[in-house]
Nanobody, 125 residues
Framework: QVQLVESGGGLVQAGGSLRLSCAAS????????MGWFRQTPGKERDFVAA????????YYADSVKGRFSISRDNAKNTVYLQMNSLKPEDTAVYYC??????????????????WGQGTQVTVSS
């Protein structure tokens, strides 16, 4: 099992920045990728960004390209989501996710068996 704990959410004005963190513990040697998703009330959980643990490749949703950046600290088993130029439409609960080598892909929530508890990000206009 892998446990994920997010932090760093909050309230920010449009145009501002936030950095989310996701610390992994447990059987982290099994992790092959980590990602960030977001969800608003009544909607599906949407892909935001992902990172391959083996080679560091990164993937982004079109809506956040050029504004968000995913990175990692291998020694701390932590992944970060730097969010710049935030917009009101970025308001959501942000979830960290992880998967092992038994599944593949980056963009769909179904491939990630491990999830954090979520952290609220609110962008005011």
């Amino acid at each position: 099992q892998v446990q994920l704990v997010e932090s760093g959410g909050g309230l920010v004005q449009a145009g501002g920045s936030l950095r989310l963190s996701c610390a992994a513990s447990g059987r982290t040697f099994r992790m092959s990728a980590m990602g960030w998703f977001r969800q608003t009330p009544g909607k599906e959980r949407d892909f935001v960004a992902a990172l391959s643990w083996s080679d560091g490749s990164t993937y982004y949703a079109d809506s956040v390209k050029g504004r968000f950046s995913i990175s990692r600290d291998n020694a701390k088993n932590t992944v970060y989501l730097q969010m710049n130029s935030l917009k009101p439409e970025d308001t959501a609960v942000y979830y960290c996710a992880a998967r092992s080598y038994s599944s593949a892909g980056y963009f769909y929530s179904e491939v990630y068996p491990y999830w954090g508890q979520g952290t609220q990000v609110t962008v005011s206009s």
